[in-house]
């Protein structure tokens, strides 16, 4: 018996650590593009999800708010890019780390203004009656999870792969300065992956709200395990997010079954600092080699 | 002299007057609350400025060290009895302790990992200081009794003095440590932390103390804040604080010790701003006037990006049309927070005091102290026996890049006193080599020694210490230092006074001699004129000169001069060539890459040519020249009837 509640904690806890990988996810394509992240992403997985709440309200059918909902969160992504990165990039400052957790601070609070401070249910036409594999108990609503994850990493992945416009991607995120003496725009194209890690991040939000509630908080737990996994896994690793997300949701899990749910999200800060200690570039980073 | 004496010092000690005379004034209980927050947050953000202003890294735990502090004090005092003193010592040694802790693994990384990594260790802290509720009280909180110090119960204005005492002795340690080799090292390594490990300074160790440092501060900040409110929560020290810090240091203005006493003001003020609707709705007025004054003016002049300009306007616009319209002015806190911080880091980005020094300065013209004496070169570069002995010695050394061998198995012996030539074609593997010789690349490898004794591999800073110094092809210059003080930074064998007596302001003869040594080591180079220019300003020329300057501070046996002559012109390509041979005349041995043939003929007394990452050839420089490899590897086979011919 013990031994199958462990098996379903490890299972339940590494669907919940795939929301955190695609969070991570937002976070490597703008690294890829500008090397800069935004701070403030939690507050834009939060408020799309939020957003898209109220579409729900309105009565929109589910098939609409969320490709709406996507659309609104790559709409934040751009200002958030417009508004705290362009000219600190331009300026080749870090400013843009103060500026986005600024723009975070502040969506946070009009969030928590418009919206209220309270938890709301966020309805959804997915089932959450849980159905067994292998012995263990799957909701749809995790298999949701699951879905749309490998579905938009996987077709943002192909979009790099398989276009121009992601070949374009792919030369800035090489040579910034090369890339725009072959004409390719570097700022259009940090516009571009900003306005997608904003999408993927609504998408986070949309996907994870039925499990967690809508709340102005419920993203920062998110987004701080979504760091450390980015971090862990590197900043530059593709899918390297996936596995060390999973894990570290596998282990959160656990640990909040063995120590106590106050205690849940100590594994993973402990994990990141750990990893930095012994693999600064991230255990599927490349290391880099410095030049003189 | 005295102009500056009066100016600088006369201002430092009339603000801690006027601010020490204050409780003579004010008494209320509201007064005093709001006088010792400031000198609190006086003392958190000199330490944050650390890491913030001088390390130049986002640092998002100052906070979770608050808290540390606060805890330490606290739970020392309810359940272990301490006494104040106690408190006030024992709880900064802790946050210094864990900044070093966490600071071990953190400084590694740079920018938005390094941040990420304290933000990570502050949710850590708080989730502990919750959870460890038998020792911590949890989320109930924890109440304390301010103990008495040295048997006196100290009241408000007592306890007040006491945090203005404390903030004024760590003003006057920061201001002996910043104006020390320290605070130098700390603006190396902001700069370049290649050299600053090439020039033996230890980038890692420097940033390591200094993060210990700033903690430390947050440490003791953190018990003085138990003192005085006597009751913790976790809660306290969160995310939110963390930004309110940031804003208060940014404002204020980094890398300025006024800067962070004059964020403590807002810091300190910032409840009560939004506490009454007028002041409010004042303060953000003044700040769209002033917003819009500066875009104006810089729009017109040109001296600003039009986003630069218009955003803060924009930004303090919302903040006046939201206080007119919303209400309850405290429910939008966070967002009133972020619009200020947000005009403050795109417009002003440099901060209040960055602003107002740099006016002041040009107002009051405020000339620096005068130079010492150049010390005797003798002292400065000692004058080596050469007894062309072989000195450095490298055997099989190796270096792969994933399939490419760029050194592939090089075996060359370096004699003292003399220069080595090395040359060959672009992508021949000369910069790698010196890469590995000087230690910053770890060799695939092989080994090298110096007289015999192995050289650390792979750690430039080690290897600067074993007595190789270096150039670099690509400047590597502190752009943002004097040329003196780029020569000071490298010295070797000046700085004896340990730390704890340079905070005390025990090291200031050692400064003089520092100076005498470096002016010494530019006039050597014919900069001595140029002590004062910052090293970004001088001419293309001159920072190659100050670059061997700068190698020469470390007293070397060897040093290895990647493309001296690169990209000067011909006059200065003629000095740079006198330099060398007057260094190789102290006794110094020089590995010399070139590109100018005629530099290597004229310097050279061995040449070693390199193609595709093996020795092609060694010998007298003219031996090496007419080596018919040498002539292949440079103009390929075909030409070498011709090459031959010609040469």
């Not at chain 2, 590597?476 to 000046?494: C, H, P, Y």
Request: glycine share 12%; proline share 5%.
């Amino acid at each position: 018996m013990p031994l199958s509640i462990y098996a379903q904690m490890t299972v339940s806890g590494a669907l919940i650590g795939l929301i955190y990988a695609l969070i991570a996810y937002g976070f490597q394509l703008t690294y890829a593009t500008s090397k800069s992240i935004n701070f403030g992403q939690g507050e834009l997985v939060m408020v799309s999800a939020f957003f898209s709440l109220t579409l729900v309200d309105l009565g929109l059918p589910y098939a609409l708010v969320v490709p709406l909902g996507l659309l609104f969160g790559a709409l934040l992504g751009l200002a958030v890019e417009r508004a705290g990165v362009r000219l600190a990039l331009e300026q080749k400052s870090e400013g843009w780390i103060l500026l986005t957790i600024i723009i975070g601070l502040f969506l946070f609070s009009a969030a928590e203004n418009i919206w209220g401070r309270d938890d709301r249910p966020f309805p959804t036409p997915i089932p959450s009656d849980a159905f067994q594999v292998l012995g263990v108990d799957v909701t749809p609503l995790e298999v949701s999870v699951a879905v749309g994850v490998f579905a938009v990493m996987g077709l943002i992945e192909l979009l790099k792969r398989g276009t121009l416009l992601g070949k374009a991607f792919e030369a800035v995120a090489n040579d910034r300065d090369a890339g725009e003496l072959m004409g390719i725009s570097a700022t259009r194209t940090v516009m571009l992956s900003y306005g997608l890690s904003g999408a993927v991040a609504a998408l986070a939000g949309i996907l994870v709200s039925p499990i967690t509630t809508v709340g102005p908080t419920m993203a920062s737990a998110l987004v701080l395990k979504a760091f450390s996994v980015a971090v862990v896994a590197g900043l530059d690793s593709g899918f390297g997010v996936v596995l060390v997300g999973m894990f570290l949701g596998a282990l959160e899990s656990l640990a909040s079954f063995q120590l106590g749910s106050g205690w849940r999200e100590v594994p993973g800060l402990l994990l990141l600092i750990l990893a930095l200690a012994v693999r600064p570039t991230g255990l599927f980073g490349k290391a880099v080699i410095r030049k003189v | 002299m005295l102009k500056r004496l009066l100016l600088v010092r006369g201002a430092e000690t009339a603000l801690f007057a006027v601010l020490a005379a204050l409780p003579l004034a004010a008494h209320s209980p509201y007064a005093m609350g709001l006088l010792t927050l400031l000198a609190i947050y006086g003392i958190l953000l000199i330490g944050l400025d650390v890491t913030v202003g001088y390390l130049g890294q986002v640092n998002l735990a100052q906070v979770a060290f608050l808290g540390i502090g606060a805890y330490a004090a606290g739970v020392g005092v309810t359940r272990y009895g301490l006494g104040l003193v106690a408190a006030l010592v024992i709880a900064p040694l802790l946050a210094m302790a864990l900044g070093a802790l966490l600071a071990l693994p953190a400084l590694r990384l740079e920018g938005p990992q390094f941040a990420l990594a304290t933000l990570s260790f502050t949710a850590l802290t708080t989730t502990v200081l919750n959870e460890l509720e038998w020792l911590t009280g949890g989320a109930q909180g924890l109440s304390l009794d301010r103990p008495p110090l040295l048997g006196h119960r100290l009241g408000p204005a007592g306890f007040y003095w006491l945090c203005l005492a404390l903030l004024l002795l760590v003003w006057m340690a920061m201001r002996n440590l910043l104006s020390s080799q320290w605070g130098r090292a700390f603006e190396a390594l902001r700069d370049s932390p290649i050299a600053t490990d090439a020039m033996g300074v230890g980038t890692y160790r420097h940033k390591v103390a200094a993060f210990a440092f700033g903690s430390g501060l947050g440490g003791l900040a953190g018990a003085l804040y138990a003192f005085n409110f006597q009751y913790l929560q976790p809660q306290t020290y969160v995310y939110e604080l963390t930004v309110i810090l940031l804003l208060g240091v940014v404002l204020g203005g980094r890398k300025s010790l006024w800067g962070a006493v004059v964020g403590a003001v807002l810091v300190a003020l910032l409840p009560n701003l939004l506490s009454s609707r007028t002041l409010f709705l004042g303060f953000s007025m003044a700040g769209f006037l002033v917003a819009a004054a500066t875009a104006a003016r810089g729009l017109a002049r040109r001296t600003a990006r039009p986003f630069q300009a218009l955003a803060p306007v924009v930004a303090t616009g919302v903040l006046v049309v939201g206080g007119l319209l919303v209400h309850a002015t405290e429910d939008w806190r966070k967002a009133i927070f972020a619009l200020m911080l947000f005009s403050v880091v795109v417009g002003l980005p440099e901060g209040l005091m960055g602003f107002a020094s740099r006016f002041l300065s040009r107002a009051l013209r405020i000339a620096p102290p005068p130079l010492p004496a150049p010390s005797p070169l003798d002292q400065v570069l000692p004058p080596r026996a050469a007894g062309r002995e072989v000195l450095l010695e490298l055997r099989e050394l190796k270096r792969h890049f994933g399939g490419v061998r760029a050194v592939d198995g090089v075996d060359l012996s370096v004699r003292a006193g003399e220069i080595h030539g090395l040359i060959g074609p672009n992508g021949s593997g000369k910069s790698t080599l010196v890469n590995v010789v000087s230690g910053l690349y770890t060799p695939t490898g092989g080994a090298v020694s110096l007289r015999g004794a192995p050289l650390p591999a792979g750690s430039l800073f080690r290897t600067a210490r074993a007595g190789v110094a270096r150039t670099f092809q690509n400047l590597q210059l502190f752009v943002g230092m004097t040329a003196l003080e780029n020569v000071m930074v490298a010295l070797r064998d000046v700085y004896r006074v340990p730390l704890p007596l340079v905070l005390l302001g025990l090291g200031r003869a050692e400064e003089r001699r520092a100076q005498a040594d470096a002016l010494a080591l530019l006039e050597f180079v014919g900069l001595g004129a140029e002590a004062r220019t910052p090293a970004k300003d001088l001419t293309y020329g001159a920072q190659r000169f100050l670059e061997i300057a700068r190698a020469l501070a470390r007293k070397p046996e060897v040093l290895i001069l990647d493309e001296p002559a690169a990209g000067l012109a011909h006059p200065d390509v003629v000095k740079q060539v006198e330099i060398i041979r007057r260094v190789s005349q102290r006794g110094v041995t020089i590995v010399l890459i070139e590109h100018h043939m005629d530099v290597v003929s004229q310097l050279c007394d061995v040449v070693t040519a390199l193609d595709g990452g093996r020795i092609i050839a060694e010998g007298r420089p003219d031996e090496v020249k007419r080596h018919p490899k040498v002539i292949e590897a440079y103009l390929g086979a075909a030409a070498e009837s011709q090459a031959g011919a010609a040469g």
